[in-house]
C-alpha cells in the first residue's frame, strides 16, 4: 500500500479481491455479557459456508430481538478471534456513527440469498 492525501493509504485492487465479503441473515442474537465492551454474540447463516458467529459492538443502534431475521455483510475469511471465550469467525461490517460506539450496520437494501456474494 502506498501513501494517499485523503484516508493517507492506497491500496490496489487485489487487496479487495482477497477480501470473501458476504450477505447472511442472522438467526440468533444474545447480549455478550462477558465482553469488556457493550456487545452482541450474532449467529449468521452464509448460505454454504454455514452459519459463523460473530461478536459485534452495535448496541448503541440495536437490540438483540431486532436483529434476527436481518440481514447483514460480513468478512468471511478472517482468521477466528476468540473474545472472552466466544470464537468470532466472521467481522460484521457497518459504517461508523458521530458518537461513540455508534455504529450503522451495511445491509443490501432488498433480500439476497444468505452467502451471496459482495463484489
Known sequence: ??????????????????????VGTVVKARIFEEAKKPAIQLWIDFGELGIKQSSAQITVR???????????????????K?????????????????DEGDVVLLRPDVPVEPGSRIA
Open 62 to 80: 440495536y437490540s438483540v430481538d431486532t436483529l434476527v431475521g436481518t440481514q447483514v455483510v460480513g468478512v468471511v475469511n478472517f482468521a477466528p
Open 82 to 98: 476468540r473474545i472472552a471465550g466466544f470464537v468470532s469467525e466472521c467481522l460484521v461490517l457497518g459504517a461508523l456513527g458521530r
Open 1 to 22: 500500500m502506498k501513501s494517499d492525501d485523503q484516508s493517507g493509504l492506497t491500496a490496489d485492487f487485489s487487496h479487495f479481491a482477497a477480501l470473501d465479503i458476504r
